[in-house]
T-cell receptor, first 112, second 111 residues
Framework: EPEVTQTPSHQVTQMGQEVILRCVPI?????FYWYRQILGQKVEFLVS????????KSEIFDDQFSVERPDGSNFTLKIRSTKLEDSAMYFC??????????FGSGTQLSVL | TQLLEQSPQFLSIQEGENLTVYCNSS?????LQWYRQEPGEGPVLLVT?????EVKKLKRLTFQFGDARKDSSLHITAAQPGDTGLYLC???????????FGKGTKLTVNP
């Protein structure tokens, strides 16, 4: 069964550094998303991406964050100047239509 | 932001018992989804309910959407240790691509 793959599974970084989280969505999917889950809290929407542009973003997704689909297969989330509060599990998701999302296994980001 | 409240937050039962978990909101939704999440994994979609009063079954799991489309329940019959996990309800915020999640019910089924 096709799946969304995310790398790395764990990322440790120093405060102030930039990180890039990578995702390979399911190949025939058209919609791409990033969500995050801070330990003990709800899964939160960050951004959706369709037709090579951001279609919607949350208030969390400020100038510190950016997304890119650099080629036909990868979808990346860049976090600039990381802060302690950016520590969370980051999930990539993709869908063919807008309703049924398939989530990856996540990247656990720890900012020290 | 529409809020989804799930209860109970934690549930620990013995194998073979039945259980029901709830997802409630003051908002009306066009549809509601249930996901299961295991430690270190992303949420996996179990079902989408669309019509008020709708009941969907997935083996020993029964999902119901409230008549007013504000709430939903998940009933598990004869729970097994493999049912252990975090059960999340979620819904799309009106007119948006944003999927809003509840905090989840963490279910533990003891052998």
């Amino acid at each position: 069964e096709p799946e969304v793959t995310q790398t790395p599974s764990h990322q440790v970084t120093q405060m102030g550094q930039e990180v890039i989280l990578r995702c390979v969505p399911i190949s025939n999917h058209l919609y791409f998303y990033w969500y995050r889950q801070i330990l003990g809290q709800k899964v939160e929407f960050l951004v959706s991406f369709y037709n090579n542009e951001i279609s919607e973003k949350s208030e969390i997704f400020d100038d510190q964050f950016s997304v890119e689909r650099p080629d036909g297969s990868n979808f990346t989330l860049k976090i600039r100047s990381t802060k302690l509060e950016d520590s969370a599990m980051y999930f990539c998701a993709s869908s063919h239509g807008a309703e049924k999302l398939f989530f990856g296994s996540g990247t656990q980001l720890s900012v020290l | 932001t529409q809020l989804l409240e799930q209860s109970p937050q934690f549930l620990s039962i013995q194998e073979g018992e039945n259980l029901t978990v709830y997802c409630n909101s003051s908002s009306v939704f066009s549809s509601l989804q249930w996901y299961r999440q295991e430690p270190g994994e992303g949420p996996v979609l179990l079902v989408t309910v669309v019509t008020g009063g709708e009941v969907k079954k997935l083996k020993r799991l029964t999902f119901q959407f409230g008549d007013a489309r504000k709430d939903s329940s998940l009933h598990i019959t004869a729970a097994q240790p493999g049912d252990t996990g975090l059960y999340l309800c979620a819904a799309f915020q009106g007119g948006s691509e944003k999927l809003v999640f509840g905090k989840g019910t963490k279910l533990t089924v003891n052998p």
